[in-house]
């Protein structure tokens, strides 16, 4: 179905014709509003037979423009004056709508321009009128009224205003003042700012990127602002009138500056893209361009997708969004660093930075491009290179961090088809392949560039499955293939950059002799996911095939193939498991084997946790993780320097609090916790609990405060009595306090008190900072453990007061079911509760004092919060102290889910 913009302008023109003869205003009005409705509907039908992004948002701006026109029309009759009197007015569409691009639901923004100071009256009379008729219609509006001197001024000094007059297209009004401003911003500012405007939009395209998205491969990427949205087109377009003088995406194929092939690419993802955004406006009603996980079910079904076997249907969209995406953000990158370098200074030593490099390569100013004096009529001549060149090139780039250029990439792309089986299993490709993962700190970077172009998934078949793969788990932010790529990145990191916070893992990884086998352990550890479900095995399976036909030695492939099999091992048990259990160490150790794979599974969980989206990692899950590394090693690597370590902390804090607490005092503390405690509390945290544990005295609960910037949360330490439901208590009165637990440790001493510490924010997700407030908290935490309040009462009231707050009833894409599972088998001692839900207020006490109910003791607990999903992992045991028989796990957990069955998800 296609769209005829004159049937749709004949129609529109006799439909408002007949609303222009209506006298009464108001009535007017009303018909104004009815039709623009109508016709919105009529798009909307169009749009869901198919009609492509572009026509659809094209004859929105015919409807707009034609409305427009004719409500200047009636405001001027309505006033008693004729058009001749606005001689030197213009009425200027601006932005998107300038480009003939206002999507169902988009704002319209428009200039209402002047030629000078005399007009400014007659100026802003007419447009306040029109404006209010636009309001009234129901149009959103951005607008502004300026003379043209101030429009020139405000372009100069503003780059959204600037580029928003790029797109400027006349409305209604005179063409003379128009002309007047075009000619004037290219006079006084694109022709003698070139340079200035273009680094501007690099600029600007750089921190779009950082605050939207610097990935199209997002799990929820914004269609018009991410990398790889509509945004991407509009600066190289911006950046095209600036260094060429060309408007649109076929002028620049038409004068060959941007070749047909690429434009016809542009133009398809674009079209794609618009149809997507197009999409979201109609279903919610309003301007959207979020495509969130909520919406993706939706928009794939409406776009004609469907489950299958393997993935829904919104994976099976997702998956071609992201190649469109990627498509549209690789395309737009070259031909707009290609506009910026036409424009860069010549400095009179350039020549001295161009250098030949072997196999018809030159390298110029940082890029690599073709030598064009070795041209004699083979593959260049018909625009593609012979893969082996491919390879040299990659390595080149990776060597030197030189990019490629357009037409290097251009022949990569042409030559693509020769990427074939000999080739992937010839020894030389092989060789060069396996030399660039070995690069420390270097070996994303080639990967990448090997990706962006398509041929690591045509060496890499495998590897082509999970291309644009996305995850629906609420936990990855990216899809398989950019998850895989920025994990490796993770890794070079520990190369490039010297945080302290990171130096052991620098120290682990710069022990390693050769980084091949953990680089291609992390380039293939989620390879299975191309499979569907269980991809560990699947992807141990694919992996061995990989291993075959690279031709490595045994003991590389084995070393891949045990990265693979425990890829998930140790960040499953270092937050999931008691880890002062010597059988959960003992047996975490068997299964590693050796030392060595435990060093290279410790470096992968880092850069795997580190890839899977900002501040995941974070402090919490680095202690656990090296807590556990560090009790292997103990078994794998023996050392005897651990009590040496323990007796030096002791000593150290003994001074630092010696002016208040005796050593012998801070020995028994030391003596009357595991061992673990002392190795992985932080020295801060240990002398928080001396303190409380000092003073606590008589008192029934003793606290203190202290803000956390890295973890952007408070920390709260208190030590108690402990008794059955203590947790329960505490847990109880955060929640009566609107108080969101993010992660709890919970520690006993022998002599019975609980030394216990807590992560915390408020119901707004923001730190808590005021001291009146801790002692508000700390009262009613004391209150309850007193028995004072009603807990059950003084929640439910919270939890009310919560659904009835507007911060709260944004909708959430996360589910609402729990998950809960028993393990029965890890610990001899405890049987093992885990809970896996969306984050809530009170969750962390409906499970505890659900567990207190049933006469249960929490021996131990983990409490975790990812993106609004929460983990919670709870050691039980019975009155008598044992673990629980397996027929009285299922009631309990019934129970469990009846307590959880009314909280309020938190977004």
Known sequence: MQI?????????????????????????????????????????????FGVGGREIVGARSLIVDLMIRRMVRSVIEDAGANESSFGNFAIVALGGYGRHELAPNSDIDVLFLYQGRKDAERASKLSEAILYLLWDVGFQVGHSVRSLSESISIAREDIVSRNSMIDARLLWGSVEVFEMLQERLEDEIFEKQKRQLLDELLIERMTRHGKFGESACMQEPNVKESAGGLRDLHTLLWAARVAYGSRTLSDLTAKSIVPERDGLAIQTAYDYMLRVRNELHFITGRR??????????????NHGYSDTSELRASEHFMRDYYLQARRLQRFCEVHLVRSVARHEKKRWFSRARTAPAIGGFVMHDGILD????????????????EPYRMMLAFSYAQATGASLSSSVQEAIQNGMAAVNRPFRSSPDAVQAFLKMLTVRGKAAAGLRLMHDLDFLGKFLPEFGRITCLVQHDLYHRYTVDEHTIKVIEALDNLVNTRHRSIERYREIYNGIEDPLALNLGLLLHDIGKGLGGGHTEKGIRIAEKVCARLQLPKRVSEQVLFLIREHLTMSHIAQRHDLSDERVISDFAVRMGTFENLRLLLLLTYADINGVGPGVWNEWKDALIWELYVKAKAILHPEEDGDRDRDQLKDRISRMVASEIEFEEVSDHFNMLPNNYSQFTPAQTIIEHLRLAHTLNARVVKTSWRLNAQAKCTDLHLCARNRRGLFAAVAGALTAQGINILSVNLNTRADGLAVDSFKVRDAAGEPIA???RWDQVDQTIQRALQGEIDLESAVARRLKAQRSSKLRNRKSSLPDGAIISWDNESSDRCSILEVRTADRLGLAYRIASTLSALDLDIIFAKVATEKNLALDIIYVANAAGSKLADEELTPIEEAIRLALRDQVVTV
Do not use: C, W
């Not at 049937?7 to 009303?30: F, G, M, W, Y």
């Not at 409705?37 to 749009?47: A, N, Y």
């Not at 959207?288 to 079904?301: E, K, N, R």
């Not at 073709?370 to 290179?385: N, P």
């Open 4 to 48: 005829n913009l004159t049937t749709i302008e004949q129609h529109v023109e006799d439909k408002l014709h007949r609303i222009e003869k209506v006298e009464n205003p108001a009535e007017r009005l009303s018909l104004y509003r009815k039709f623009l409705k109508i016709e919105t509907q009529r798009l909307h039908l169009r749009h869901r």
């Open 288 to 301: 959207t361009d979020l495509l969130s996980l909520d919406i993706q079910q939706q928009v794939a079904a």
């Open 370 to 385: 073709l030598d064009q004096s070795t041209v004699d009529g083979g593959q260049e001549m018909a625009g593609r290179i």
């Open 770 to 772: 005021d001291p009146t």
